[in-house]
């Protein structure tokens, strides 16, 4: 088992700005990804950062330019920095572990912490 544990949400007004982390703990055979996706109300959960072992990144258009995913392997933790926060923005984020274990791919999410952009 994979434990995922997210933290850095809150509260932050338009153009603020947050960073998210999220650490992988546990039996842990070899983290191919890591990312962040988001769901708001009413929305389908989408992605919006993902990191992969040899640092290939993607990321969702609506967020380019204004966040930035980032990842320490030896620790098995990604952050997310966001910066020129939007409302629409607003959204649990959930923290996604993919890994490689023997012949599977195996995914992992956490709970998801709660990012609110309102004045």
């Known amino acids: 088992q994979v434990q995922v544990l997210e933290s850095g949400g809150g509260l932050v007004q338009p153009g603020g700005s947050l960073r998210l982390s999220c650490a992988a703990s546990g039996s842990i055979f070899s983290i191919y990804a890591m990312g962040w996706y988001r769901q708001a109300p009413g929305k389908q959960r989408e992605l919006v950062a993902r990191m992969t072992r040899g640092f290939v990144t993607n990321y969702a258009d609506s967020v380019k330019g204004r966040f930035t995913i980032s990842r320490d392997n030896a620790k098995n933790t990604v952050y997310l920095q966001m910066n020129s926060l939007e409302p629409e923005d607003t959204a649990v984020y959930l923290c996604?572990?993919?890994?490689?274990?023997?012949?599977?791919?195996?995914?992992?999410w956490g709970q998801g912490t709660q990012v609110t952009v309102s004045s």
């Open positions: 996604n572990v993919e890994e490689d274990y023997y012949l599977q791919r195996r995914t992992w």
